[in-house]
């Protein structure tokens, strides 16, 4: 396995229209925070609530209530900053968001006018992207709103079907603790382990069974250099989701530079076994099959990483090398294409090229 380490943090995004979905169980939403911004995510200034009551008349069904005040946010004119966590506050000032922050603006703005909201996170609906070295699941976060046996969802993407995902209610208290781990990723991102490492353990002091987090921690106390407390977290999470594939992929890279490569060997043989939809999972496990000599294997792992994830260059260009070692250049030629147009500058694309060319 490659030395490199393999990583997966988690990002939130999400909302904005309001839809329709099928009755959940009800929730209780907690009454408005009465902490001060700089502590709570949820907390309001005196100035946001007078806005929200001259925004928002008294009159009118909670729908219609609800309603008015995602139009008079939009009003505001708030512009989407994917890497920007902020507490409702933070929004309210900057007028900048991501879902994380505007879900806590807006359950927080609408609970001080009595509504009914909590918070949701999409189940079945993840985005991958890489970060540098950061693999990054992005999984939508939004405020859901209940009213006569029916629950709405508010979705950033207009467009969007509310059926296409399920969601779950939050509670206050792990959703608080999503917002603590968004801001230890952008600390990882930013290169400031130490701090990712404070934000992530405050998170899981909110909410330790999210296995997610505990991955989250474990890349930043392998990048604090501190191998053994990143293995008790990985470790952890895999307690908490035997199919989480951050937690094998780091766990396996981490004994790998450990010189223990019988056990790596035999996580990733693990997370084969599974039903993992992570395309850079696929990338790794075809790598690993490559290595050991097993094409057919690497081929099927590599397709099924394209197929979760169309826009990998990567994943193209490792399929490439794999068809180019089994004399089928002329596919392997197409797969390089394709590669480039996703991505000019990806390394595995350029050394896929080179082998083409005789070089």
Not at 93 to 120: E, M, P, Q
Request: hydrophobic fraction near 40%; glycine fraction near 6%.
């Amino acid at each position: 396995m490659s030395t490199r380490t393999s990583i997966r943090t988690t990002l939130f995004l999400g909302l904005s229209a309001l839809l329709p979905l099928a009755p959940l169980s009800a929730t209780t939403p907690a009454p408005p925070s009465e902490a001060t911004p700089e502590d709570d995510p949820l907390a309001l200034t005196d100035e946001m609530k007078a806005w929200a009551r001259r925004a928002v008349p008294a009159a009118g069904s909670d729908l219609q209530r609800v309603q008015r005040l995602l139009e008079a946010l939009r009003g505001l004119e708030l512009q989407y900053r994917s890497g920007q966590t902020g507490t409702a506050a933070d929004v309210f000032a900057t007028k900048r968001f991501n879902c994380v922050s505007f879900s806590f603006l807006f359950v927080g703005l609408s609970r001080s006018l009595g509504l009914r909201t909590h918070f949701l996170r999409a189940e079945d609906e993840r985005d991958f992207a890489r970060v540098g070295e950061l693999r990054v699941v992005a999984r939508h976060m939004s405020a859901g709103f209940h009213e006569g046996g029916r629950r709405h969802i508010l979705d950033f993407h207009f467009l969007r079907e509310a059926a296409t995902s399920r969601f779950v209610p939050l509670s206050d208290q792990r959703a608080k603790a999503l917002y603590f781990s968004n801001l230890g990723v952008e600390s990882l991102q930013g290169g400031a382990p130490n701090e990712a490492i404070a934000h992530f353990e405050r998170a899981l002091q909110l909410d330790a069974g999210l296995p997610e987090i505990w991955v989250n921690l474990g890349v930043a106390q392998r990048r604090a250099g501190d191998p053994a407390a990143a293995e008790r977290s990985y470790r952890q999470a895999l307690t908490l989701d035997s199919n989480d594939a951050g937690a094998y992929l780091n766990l396996a890279s981490l004994l790998w530079d450990q010189g223990r490569p019988d056990a790596c060997d035999h996580l990733l043989d693990l997370l084969s076994q599974t039903r993992v939809r992570d395309p850079y999972a696929s990338l790794v496990l075809g790598d690993q099959a490559r290595r050991e000599g097993r094409l057919e294997d690497a081929e099927r792992f590599y397709r099924r990483s394209i197929s979760t994830d169309r826009r990998s260059a990567e994943a193209r260009a490792a399929l490439g090398l794999v068809l180019a070692e089994t004399g089928r250049s002329r596919q392997a030629n197409r797969r390089l294409e394709q590669a480039l147009r996703i991505d000019p500058a990806n390394p595995r694309a350029l050394v896929l090229a080179r082998v083409l060319e005789g070089g």
